[in-house]
């Protein structure tokens, strides 16, 4: 063993050792029971490969169509330039979207380019592939400047010396694991080097930091608590070991360690399911879940399977339960008032966990709101879900309505509506919790009410971010204080931000059509 892999051994073991204060141990006992090797030793197969075309040529022909004429605008592409000034903004002035734009869309062109190539299966985008690889392994770090907090340097500009992984890091090592996955042969013809530096540059910037540390706070191993960091980050990174692990004992390390991760994400979710953060980031917290029990599944030949388990059933369900109608869902905390869920998750969650409701909203969510997004592909691995469940989505035809009262009593959110058949009539949003919850507002007691599924009485929500959302100044911006809420002001006095500014003598009761 060498003194990197010696390291590497202390550090996840340190991990396992702190993650037996776990509660709930969900995934590292699947994982157990499993058994490890069994997904160290199994290949790899949740979508079909490059040359096994009959899944791909099932692929409905309009949406194939569409999705080859989105890659079309990129043939030839220039692939943008970042700027080390532009990566500045953020330290200087607090500006972060300048860069992230130019970020994100290298990801998105390279994701759109990689469905083209494996629908069309004729090579006409590899060259522009293989431009887009390279020049995302030359970019000096992957992930976005307000999250470089976590090197050690306060440069303002990443530290090449040390790799640390944000969300964005994560995500680009997984959209280069795909492109391997599906295309590493044929990228070959054009030169070896491209799959070569594929694997290089994800070993060092992803996989290496991500075994051999343990101080990364979205992790869970420190006093911070975690929140849709962790199952977003451990999605991708799983990911890539899935694929790109070819040393079987770090494979096992990191899956041993990647189950600790989520395990402490568990733990902070209360039994009912509810996710403090508000419905958009159940997109990437139960939603992300999804990601990774999904890869598991296949990773394993679909022996890792905990879809039954009542804490897994009730992540799912919540999405469901604080949507109100159309694509406007409670917006409480940090969330939008207005948004898309992710199709192939929804459905393919309600499917697993046998939830017509939820598989009901994700066949809706396709109809209306992302049937005609092509150009979703920054994240490509909710793209290629969405590919091989089409038709099902299409096809899918269940009358499920949702209840009238959803009641979540640890997360203190409560739902209700007077008519379940439409979406005619009053629809209150309200919640009690904490001044200490993930993407917190100083809201406790707020509620919002619809009439029609439009608008009454709202939230109005979050601003822009910006260096100083999550900073020590967070509550001096005026969307977050509790006179800005449907919160009363008493004598002058806002609620405070912290945990102990909590919502008190709490009582809930439904019957007869009242909701007390």
């Not at 494979?251 to 402490?264: F, G, M, T, V, Y």
Request: with cysteine; aromatic share 12%.
């Amino acid at each position: 063993m060498t003194i990197r892999q010696s390291i590497a051994a202390i550090f996840a073991l340190t991990a396992i050792t702190q993650s037996l204060f776990s509660q709930r141990q969900l995934i590292s006992k699947e994982l157990a029971e499993t058994g490890v090797t069994t997904l160290v030793n199994t290949p790899f197969r949740q979508f079909p490969l490059y040359n096994e075309r009959e899944q791909w040529e099932s692929v409905p022909a309009d949406y194939k169509r569409k999705v080859i004429e989105n890659a079309n605008r990129y043939i030839g592409f220039e692939w943008p330039g970042l700027k080390a000034t532009s990566f500045l903004e953020y330290h200087k002035n607090g500006n972060r979207s300048r860069y992230e734009k130019v970020a994100e869309h290298r990801r998105e062109v390279l994701g759109a380019l990689l469905l083209a190539e494996c629908l069309e299966h004729k090579g006409r985008y590899l060259n522009d592939i293989a431009n887009g690889v390279w020049a995302i392994c030359e970019q000096s770090y992957w992930g976005y400047p307000a999250h470089l907090s976590m090197q050690k340097k306060e440069y303002g500009l990443p530290d090449v010396a040390e790799p640390t992984v944000d969300l964005f890091a994560a995500e680009t090592a997984s959209l280069l694991a795909w492109t391997y996955y599906f295309l590493a042969d044929a990228l070959d013809t054009i030169s070896p080097a491209i799959s070569e530096r594929i694997i290089y540059e994800t070993e060092r910037r992803v996989l290496q930091p991500n075994l051999e540390r343990t101080d990364f706070w979205w992790m869970g191993f420190g006093d911070r608590s975690v929140n849709n960091w962790n199952p977003w980050i451990v999605s991708n990174w799983l990911t890539c070991v899935l694929i790109l692990e070819k040393d079987n004992q770090k494979k096992e390390q990191s899956l041993k360690k990647i189950a600790n991760c989520l395990d402490n994400f568990l733990d902070n979710y209360p039994e009912d399911g509810g996710c403090d953060e508000g419905p958009s980031y159940w997109n990437r917290a139960g939603g992300s879940l999804f990601d990774c029990l999904e890869l598991f599944y296949y990773g394993s030949n679909k022996a890792f399977d905990i879809y039954e388990h009542p804490l897994v059933k009730s992540i799912g369900a919540y999405i469901y339960k604080v949507h109100i109608a159309n694509d406007y869902y409670i917006n409480f905390a940090d969330a939008s008032a207005r948004m898309n869920v992710d199709p192939a998750v929804v459905f393919g969650y309600g499917k697993r966990i046998s939830n017509d409701t939820l598989m009901k909203l994700g066949a809706t969510a396709y109809r209306e709101q992302l049937s005609d997004d092509y150009d979703n592909n920054a994240s490509v691995f909710r793209p290629l879900m969405t590919l091989f469940i089409l038709q099902e989505l299409q096809k899918f035809d269940s009358q499920a309505e949702p209840g009238a009262v959803y009641w979540l009593p640890e997360t203190q959110v409560l739902t209700a509506r007077s008519n379940t058949a439409s979406h005619e009539g009053l629809f209150l949003g309200a919640q009690g919790g904490h001044n200490n919850e993930s993407h917190n507002h100083n809201d406790v007691g707020n509620f919002i009410v619809y009439y029609d599924g439009k608008p009454a009485l709202i939230d109005v929500g979050v601003e822009t971010y910006s260096a100083k959302t999550f900073s020590d100044q967070r509550y001096d911006i005026w969307t977050m204080q509790s006179a800005f809420h449907n919160c009363p002001t008493i004598n002058g006095v806002m609620q405070s931000p912290g945990r102990e500014f909590a919502a008190k003598d709490l009582h809930f009761s439904s019957s007869s059509g009242k909701v007390n």
